[in-house]
């Protein structure tokens, strides 16, 4: 079936720093790929969002590139911020799955003043 | 826009008793909510599945007796928790898609969180 592995946190890291979270897929057709953010205490939030190859989702200085070829999605961020600080989930939704929201196990990022 | 809303962000509870928990989807209808629990430090499980005006579709392993939904309009879905227990405790998470652009994306906007704890 399909999944979502993620890299596992927690990610530290200092204020400017270069953020990268790993996320890599399985699905059987061809699916949608999310980044959602959670804050301490609330639920979550679309980051950014890509629905096929290639494509380049982005909000709030993140980005992410849908590879099809090595079924990667990985979260980047050229200078984090302390207010960055959440947890991070990579998810994959498609056809196979009845569009339901298959989620990575989340990534922790702390930063650091 | 896009707003989910849920009702009441925390609740504590006797042992045995019953919780209700509403999700509202405030500026946009919504023919398909999903209800999801997330333990402390762990990713979001999904619980079912509920389809306004039928019943709600119930993931492998979640009692469908014992997690109640209602989806009786376009805009509200409720869980109710019956005989609630301490092993229920956790943090029930809302989503909610856009009917006027379900045909075209399976973006799903998701509540804040209700924490139901039982003592």
């Known amino acids: 079936g399909d999944s979502v592995t993620q890299m596992e946190g927690p990610v530290t890291l200092s204020e400017e720093a270069f953020l990268t979270i790993n996320c890599t897929y399985t699905?059987?057709?061809?699916?949608?790929l999310f980044w959602y953010v959670q804050y301490p205490g609330e639920g979550l939030q679309l980051l950014l969002k890509?629905?096929?190859?290639?494509d380049k989702g982005s909000n709030k200085g993140f980005e992410a590139t849908y590879r099809k070829e090595t079924t990667s999605f990985h979260l980047e961020k050229g200078s984090v911020q302390v207010s960055d600080s959440a947890v991070y989930f990579c998810?994959?939704?498609?056809?196979?799955?009845?569009?339901?929201?298959?989620f990575g196990s989340g990534t922790r990022l702390l930063v650091r003043p | 826009g896009a707003v989910v809303s849920q009702h009441p962000s925390w609740v504590i509870c006797k042992s045995g008793t019953s919780v209700k928990i509403e999700c509202r989807s405030l500026?946009?209808?919504?023919?398909?909510m999903f209800w999801y629990r997330q333990f402390p430090k762990q990713s979001l499980m999904l619980m079912a599945t509920?389809?306004?005006?039928?019943?709600?579709?119930?993931e492998q392993g979640v009692e469908k007796d014992k997690f109640l939904i209602n989806h009786a309009s376009l805009t509200l879905s409720t869980l109710t928790v019956t005989s609630a227990h301490p092993e229920d405790s956790s943090f029930y998470i809302c989503?909610?898609?856009?009917?006027?652009?379900?045909?075209?994306?399976?973006?799903?906007?998701f509540g804040p969180g209700t924490r139901l704890t039982v003592l």
């Open positions: 699905a059987t057709g061809y699916p949608s």
């Open positions: 998810a994959l939704s498609d056809l196979g799955s009845s569009y339901k929201l298959i």
């Open positions: 890509a629905t096929k190859a290639d």
């Open positions: 500026d946009f209808q919504a023919t398909t």
């Open positions: 509920s389809n306004e005006g039928s019943k709600a579709t119930y």
């Open positions: 989503s909610a898609r856009d009917v006027a652009t379900s045909g075209r994306t399976d973006t799903q906007y």
